[in-house]
């Protein structure tokens, strides 16, 4: 399972605030079948096999032009570790270990 963590950002808008944006492309996520994914102050955080992470990443990137936006640039990272599972939480729980191990 890989992770990807995507920001999508809409330019061209009638105001500065990008919530219902946000909101919208949330919307979007319901709609697509075999991820999970975790919306951030920053971005959103999709787990999932990486065909339907691209497919998400796809359907978010439209989202904004559905909406009204004349332009849209979108950032990807992508964490796909095959050696063995890994999820975002489990990440996190391996650094809160070594930090309690101090």
């Given amino acids: 399972m890989a ?3 995507v920001t999508v950002i809409p ?3 009638s105001s500065t605030s990008l919530s219902s944006y946000v909101a ?7 709609t697509v079948a075999g991820i999970t994914y975790e919306l951030t102050s920053m ?4 787990e999932g096999p990486l065909a339907r992470i ?3 990443v796809e359907a978010l990137h439209e989202s904004p032009f559905t ?3 004349q ?4 950032s990807l990272k ?3 570790r095959r050696d063995k599972p890994s999820t975002s939480r489990s990440k996190l729980e391996s650094v809160e270990r070594k930090l309690q191990a101090e």
Avoid: H, K, P, Y
């Fill in 54 to 56: 691209l497919a998400a």
């Fill in 3 to 5: 992770i990807g963590e």
């Fill in 67 to 69: 909406a009204g936006a």
């Fill in 43 to 46: 971005g959103t955080i999709i």
């Fill in 24 to 30: 919208d492309m949330q919307r979007v996520l319901e």
């Fill in 71 to 74: 332009r849209v640039s979108t």
């Fill in 78 to 80: 992508i964490d796909d």
């Fill in 11 to 13: 330019i061209g808008t």
